[in-house]
């Protein structure tokens, strides 16, 4: 269960940036609106499955 610990906490770190990253970045007109919600689910799926494993174990 440690290891999980140790992968999940990073891994829902990470999932957050790519909550927060890709409205930015179609803001500044770097990347287009499907690829913007495609990594923003992405991310919220990630975030939810990898903070559940940490969380539970705390």
Do not use: C, N, R, Y
């Not at 409205?23 to 495609?38: N, R």
């Amino acid at each position: 269960m440690k290891t999980i610990l140790t992968i999940a906490k990073p891994v829902s770190w990470v999932s957050l940036l790519l909550i927060v990253a890709p409205p930015l970045l179609h803001f500044s007109g770097t990347i287009k609106a499907d690829l913007m919600t495609q990594l923003l689910l992405a991310g919220t799926f990630i975030w939810f499955v990898s903070a559940s494993l940490w969380m539970k174990s705390e």
